[in-house]
C-alpha cells in the first residue's frame, strides 16, 4: 500500500506543488487507524496534529488511489455468487460501539401543561 500511495504522490506532484501536512506514511496509518478502529475524525485529527477537513480529505485521497490501483479491490457481489465460489468464505469486522445517549427522566423531559390548552 505504501508503494502505491508513495508512486501516486510522486506522479501527482512531479512538477512541484505545495507539501502535504503529513507524510505519506502518515497518511497510510491515519487511513488504517480510521477503518480498523472506527475512530472520529476529530480524535485522528488530535492525535496526528492536524485539522479534521485535514483528516477528511486525508482518508478520502488514500481511498481514491487504492481503489485506482485495483490491486486491493475485493471482488463484486456476483462475483462472490458465482457457482465457483460456493465454497469459499469470507469474514467481515463488525465490531459495535456503544452509543451513548442521555436518560430519560422527569428533570430532563419537557413538563406539558396541565389542563387544556388555554
Known sequence: ???????????????????????????????????????????????????????????????????QNGTFHLPGKKALLSKENTGRKLAVDVTESPIERPKKNRKNGIQARKGGIQ
Not at 8 to 20: V, W
Not at 44 to 61: C, E, M, P, R, W
Request: glycine share 8%; with cysteine; net charge positive.
Open 1 to 67: 500500500m505504501l508503494g502505491v500511495l508513495t508512486a501516486a504522490y510522486q506522479e501527482c506532484h512531479r512538477k512541484g506543488g505545495r507539501r502535504p501536512k503529513l507524510s505519506v506514511g502518515d497518511q497510510l496509518s491515519l487511513t488504517l487507524q480510521y477503518w480498523r478502529e472506527y475512530r472520529t475524525m476529530a480524535h485522528l485529527a488530535f492525535d496526528f496534529g492536524v485539522a479534521k477537513s485535514t483528516v477528511s480529505d486525508t482518508i478520502i485521497l488514500v481511498e481514491n488511489v487504492l481503489i
